[in-house]
T-cell receptor, first 117, second 116 residues
Framework: AQSVTQLGSHVSVSEGALVLLRCNYSSSVPPYLFWYVQYPNQGLQLLLK??????LVKGINGFEAEFKKSETSFHLTKPSAHMSDAAEYFC???????????????FGKGTLLTVNP | GAGVSQSPSNKVTEKGKDVELRCDPISGHTALYWYRQSLGQGLEFLIY????????KSGLPSDRFSAERTGGSVSTLTIQRTQQEDSAVYLC??????????????FGEGSRLTVL
C-alpha cells in the first residue's frame, strides 16, 4: 500500500520568492511519483513525474522536484513565484513494477498556494 | 473537444434520489478512472477501467455506487439513494497506457454533486 503526506494545506509566498511544497510518501515498492496542479474550476494537470530515471525532475512552468529515497520525499520547488502559479497542488504516488495495482494513483490532500503581489 | 468531458458540471439533488454522472474520455484512451474530491480530503480513488478487462471496483465506498463503461469509451457513475456525505466533486480521468506509472492521466473538470 502507498500513501502521501503533504505538509501544509496552505502556503503563501510573495511574487518572486521561492516556492517549496512538501511531499512525503510511503510505499512498499519502488514508487512512481507525480505532482499535479489544479487551477480554479479546472481539472488536474500533470506538472511532472518521477519514474525511476533521473532523481531531479523538471516540469512545466519552471517547476522541478527531487526524489530523495533516504528521506522518502518528493518536494516541489520553483525559484521565483508568479501570480499565475496560484493554484492547488497535489502530490501522488503509484506502485511501480509489473502487475498488481500500479495503476492506482494515491493522492495527497493538496496544498493551496497563494502568491501575494 | 479534445479533452475529457464530464456532465453535468453541477448537480443538486435531494437525499434519497439516484444520480448519474457521465464521462467521455479522450478518444483512443484505453484506461479510465473515477476519483472523488472532497473539500480538504484530496482525491479518493473509486474505480478503474482498462480495455475489456474486469474493472477494479475496490475504491467504491458502498454498494450504492456503481459504474460502467460501454464500448470501451463513455463511462457512467451511478449513485443510488444519495446521502449528504456523497456531496463532492467527481473527477474522471483517462490515460493512453496501462496506468499512471507509464502514462499521464488527463482529467476532466469534474461533476460537482450537492445532496440536500
Amino acid at each position: 500500500a502507498q500513501s502521501v503526506t503533504q505538509l501544509g494545506s496552505h502556503v503563501s509566498v510573495s511574487e518572486g520568492a521561492l516556492v517549496l511544497l512538501r511531499c512525503n510518501y510511503s510505499s512498499s515498492v519502488p514508487p512512481y511519483l507525480f505532482w499535479y496542479v489544479q487551477y480554479p474550476n479546472q481539472g488536474l494537470q500533470l506538472l511532472l513525474k518521477y519514474t525511476s530515471a533521473a532523481t531531479l525532475v523538471k516540469g512545466i512552468n519552471g517547476f522541478e522536484a527531487e526524489f530523495k529515497k533516504s528521506e522518502t520525499s518528493f518536494h516541489l520547488t520553483k525559484p521565483s513565484a508568479h501570480m499565475s502559479d496560484a493554484a492547488e497542488y497535489f502530490c501522488a504516488v503509484s506502485a511501480a513494477g509489473s502487475g498488481g495495482s500500479n495503476y492506482k494513483l494515491t493522492f495527497g490532500k493538496g496544498t493551496l498556494l497563494t502568491v501575494n503581489p | 473537444g479534445a479533452g475529457v468531458s464530464q456532465s453535468p458540471s453541477n448537480k443538486v439533488t435531494e437525499k434519497g434520489k439516484d444520480v448519474e454522472l457521465r464521462c467521455d474520455p479522450i478518444s483512443g484512451h484505453t484506461a479510465l478512472y473515477w476519483y472523488r474530491q472532497s473539500l480538504g480530503q484530496g482525491l479518493e480513488f473509486l474505480i478503474y477501467f482498462q480495455g475489456n478487462s474486469a474493472p477494479d471496483k475496490s475504491g467504491l465506498p458502498s454498494d450504492r455506487f456503481s459504474a460502467e463503461r460501454t464500448g470501451g469509451s463513455v463511462s457512467t457513475l451511478t449513485i443510488q439513494r444519495t446521502q449528504q456525505e456523497d456531496s463532492a466533486v467527481y473527477l474522471c480521468a483517462s490515460s493512453l497506457s496501462l496506468g499512471p506509472g507509464t502514462g499521464e492521466l488527463f482529467f476532466g473538470e469534474g461533476s460537482r454533486l450537492t445532496v440536500l
